[in-house]
């Protein structure tokens, strides 16, 4: 099993920024890729940004320019710097992580409980 572990929400203002980390332990597994969404209030869950161990990215269109996401492989630690926020990023963001077990073969798709971030106008 994977424990997914986030931290660095909040509360800023407009054009300020923030940064989220999170990390991922337990049994022996392999990274596929790890993963930020976001859920706004009363919108559907969306990719925010992913990130491959390799250092391929994708981005929504509505945050290319604003952040970036990197990955510690070693550390199985995965960050999202949020630049300029706006408020129409509020939203709870959720740590999700695509790995291989390498004990049982199996995928695992692992979710940390979420993240507030309110940007105030």
């Known amino acids: 099993q994977v424990q997914v572990e986030e931290s660095g929400g909040g509360t800023v203002q407009s054009g300020e920024s923030l940064r989220l980390s999170c990390a991922a332990s337990?049994?022996?597994?392999?990274?596929?890729?790890m993963d930020w969404y976001r859920q706004a209030p009363g919108k559907q869950r969306e990719l925010a940004a992913s990130?491959?161990?390799?250092?391929?990215?994708k981005y929504a269109d509505d945050v290319k320019g604003r952040f970036a996401i990197s990955i510690d492989a070693a550390k199985k630690t995965v960050y999202l710097q949020m630049n300029s926020l706006k408020p129409e990023d509020t939203a709870v963001y959720y740590c999700n992580v695509d790995a291989t077990d390498l004990y049982s073969a199996r995928a695992l798709d692992a979710w940390g409980q979420g993240t507030l971030v309110t940007v105030s106008t």
């Open positions: 990130i491959t161990p390799h250092g391929d990215t």
């Open positions: 337990g049994s022996r597994f392999s990274i596929n890729s």
